[in-house]
């Protein structure tokens, strides 16, 4: 059973850092493609960021690109999202995703296994 749980959201004020994590279960977490996807209530999931198993093929949603950084390390099972400049739309539940099926993908349905996800709340 594949488990993915999230950590490091918290309550900022706009312009702050955060830097989120994902702890992944099991040995086979460098084999997958991991995505970072994020819901505002009342919103549909919507895609952030996703890397390939190897680290070298990275997608960003527009809307954060040059301001948050995913990246993984694959001896620690674990995935990562650094977001700067935070402002307050990026308010949401954050969700690390893997996909064992593909070698990356921006597409919610690509991704098999989801973890319970990581409130940020940005503040004005």
């Known amino acids: 059973q594949v488990q993915l749980v999230e950590s490091g959201g918290g309550l900022v004020q706009a312009g702050a850092s955060l830097s989120l994590s994902c702890a992944a279960s099991?040995?086979?977490?460098?084999?997958?493609?991991m995505g970072w996807f994020r819901q505002a209530p009342g919103k549909e999931r919507e895609f952030v960021a996703s890397i390939d198993k190897t680290g070298t093929l990275i997608y960003y949603a527009h809307s954060v690109k040059g301001r948050s950084t995913i990246s993984r390390d694959n001896a620690k099972s674990t995935l990562y999202l650094q977001m700067n400049g935070l402002i307050p739309r990026w308010t949401a539940g954050y969700y690390c995703?893997?996909?064992?099926?593909?070698?990356?993908?921006?597409?919610?349905?690509?991704?098999?296994?989801w973890g319970q996800g990581t409130q940020v709340t940005v503040s004005s």
């Open positions: 099991g040995s086979t977490f460098g084999m997958w493609a």
């Open positions: 995703a893997a996909s064992p099926r593909y070698t990356n993908s921006r597409r919610a349905q690509d991704y098999d296994y």
